[in-house]
Each structure stands twice: as C-alpha cells, then as structure tokens.
C-alpha cells in the first residue's frame, strides 16, 4: 500500500527552539504533493506547507519549512523557534499526480514546553 | 465567512438510523473532499468530487455510504443504517488546483457518534 509514515508518536520542544516532525512516503507516482497540516485541539485542520515532486526548492512559509529528499522519499517539516501556540497534532500528507486522493499519516503530536 | 463550513457539528443517532451531512465549500473552489477521522488517527480519504462528478471513491465507503454534489457546489454525505463503527469525525475540504498545488481548506468537521 502506498502510505504515509510519521514515525514520531510524540515529541517535545523547548519553547524557541527548532524541532524537525520526520515523514517518509510511498509513491510509484512520477508527479505528486507533499503537505503539512497542523491540528489543534479544537479540531480544524490547518494547512502549513507544500512542495511539489518537481518543485527544486525546499519549500517556506515563515517559520515552516520542508526539507524534501525526493530520493530518500521524505518530507520532514522544520519549524524555527517554536512558540506555545505550535502544540498540536501535525499530519503529513502525499497526493497522487491528479492531485485528489490524498492519504495522511497518522500523525505526530508536538508538545511546546514554555 | 469565506471558509468551508459543515453542517452539523455534531450527530448523534441511534444504530441503524440514517444521517445525512451536509458541507459548504469555498464559493470558487471546484474540488471537494469527505474524509473520516477517528481518535489518533490521520484522516482517510473517502471520496472526492471535481464539480458534480464524483471522480474517486475510496473502498472504506461501503455501499451503505453515498454522497453527492449536484450542482457542483454543495455536497452532502449519507449514512444509511448506521453502526458503531462509523462514529468518528467527517471532515470535508475544499480546493482550487493552481501551479501551486492543491492546498486543501478543512471545514470544521462533523462529529457522528452511533449509540
């Protein structure tokens, strides 16, 4: 099956400090997208980052990035100078060359300590 | 408020009823998904629509399971003869493909809980 793998069930972080969520992924899809979402408590999705297969930078959104390893196939997400406001679950995901099914991770839960 | 809203929030039925949900994309958006969520878990894909066609349908949607976008707007998703096992959350996105990609906005969610 091609799946989603977020080996980090947990992980804390030191308020200020960067923290690196690992994901890895299959595909034997030529083209496809890489996400990020976060998921606070209350529930909503939130959409942080994404990369294109072909894209040939790393993509940013302020604190976000994406360091992509299209050979290793992997997609982990680094945020900078973590704030109280960053814990939460955070779900990678992958979509296929048509952009539609996507498939998610199970997730990691990102813990700030103040 | 532009984002994708759902309706209802919350749900809960007796084993066997049916439900029906209802969710309000992004008015430009022509993409859109119903996911289900349980605890601890990632969200997985149940069907996608591009306007009204519903162009993929993932095996987790049982026969008892269908949904629809008629005029490429809204969409609503049925339960028929709910069980147990489908308490969970269902979500719904919407998107615009662009050369950026396809980033998906999230409705609120439909929490279902079966007695």
């Known amino acids: 099956a091609q799946k989603i793998t977020q080996t980090q069930p947990g992980m804390f972080v030191q308020e200020k400090e960067a923290v690196t969520l690992d994901c890895t992924y299959d595909?034997?899809?030529?083209?496809?997208?890489l996400f990020w979402y976060k998921q606070p408590s209350s529930g909503e999705m939130i959409f942080l980052i994404y990369?294109?297969?072909?894209?040939?930078q790393n993509a940013t959104e302020g604190r976000y990035s994406l360091n992509f390893q299209k050979a290793r196939k992997s997609a982990n997400l680094v945020i900078s100078a973590s704030q109280l406001g960053d814990s939460a679950m955070y779900f990678c995901?992958?979509?296929?060359?048509?952009?539609?099914?996507?498939?998610f991770g199970a997730g990691t839960r990102l813990f700030v300590k103040a | 408020d532009t984002g994708v809203s759902q309706d209802p929030r919350h749900k809960i039925t007796k084993r066997g009823q049916n439900v029906t949900f209802r969710c309000d994309p992004i008015s430009e958006h022509n993409r859109l998904y119903w996911y289900r969520q349980t605890l601890g878990q990632g969200p997985e894909f149940l069907t996608y629509f591009q306007n009204e066609a519903q162009l993929e349908k993932s095996r987790l949607l049982s026969d008892r399971f269908s949904a629809e976008r008629p005029k490429g707007s809204f969409s609503t998703l049925e339960i028929q003869r709910t069980e147990q096992g489908d308490s969970a959350m269902y979500l719904c996105a919407s998107s615009l493909r662009t050369s950026q990609g396809d980033e998906q906005f999230f409705g609120p969610g439909t929490r279902l809980t079966v007695l």
């Open positions: 990369q294109g297969s072909y894209d040939q």
């Open positions: 595909t034997s899809d030529p083209s496809y997208g």
């Open positions: 995901a992958r979509s296929d060359t048509g952009g539609f099914k996507t498939i």
